[in-house]
């Protein structure tokens, strides 16, 4: 079974990854730097969680089987293209701000049960309690790799 946002012990896993990441942990994740790429994955959490919101894309990942797909089994591409609203504040973030706000997202994350409302994602379209856990899991990992 794939890894969920949902588990405790992947929070953790991630909570761990990013305390370890310093001003000087060189990217390995693309054009972003730490800090960069944790404002990102704060604001992919609150679109998640319904505290941002982005406009929806009319792209083939809205429908199945290809947002089956690309959630449960193909590799994340570098480079892919990403919603504005998700890249807002990258530039500007500061690395122990965005440390401490991931630290509590991964907290709101655990308070997310089966049967929540959860926000309309903008490529992918509405996504089952599974599905979101899955594909927050799998982006996650995919930035801290």
């Known amino acids: 079974m794939a890894a969920m946002m949902w588990d405790p012990e ?3 896993r991630f909570a761990e990854r990013v305390r370890k990441l310093t001003a000087d942990t060189r990217p390995a994740w693309g054009k972003m730097n730490a800090s960069g790429m944790l404002a990102h994955l704060n604001d992919s959490y609150r679109l998640c969680v319904g505290e941002l919101t982005a ?3 009319n792209v083939p990942l809205r429908y199945t089987p290809i947002k089956q797909l690309v959630i449960y089994v193909a590799p994340f591409p570098k480079g892919a293209p990403t919603a504005p609203e998700l890249l807002a504040r ?3 973030a500061s690395l122990d ?3 401490e706000a991931l630290l509590a997202n991964l907290q ?3 308070l997310v049960q089966p049967g929540d409302t959860l926000q309309e994602h ?3 379209g509405m996504l089952t309690h599974r ?3 899955v594909l927050v899991a799998r ?3 995919h930035h801290f790799r």
């Open 108 to 110: 709101k994350l655990a």
């Open 10 to 12: 992947v929070r953790a």
């Open 131 to 133: 599905a979101y856990g």
């Open 90 to 92: 990258c530039d500007g």
């Open 55 to 57: 406009r929806p894309k």
């Open 97 to 99: 701000a965005e440390k």
């Open 122 to 124: 903008s490529a992918f």
């Open 139 to 141: 982006h996650t990992d």
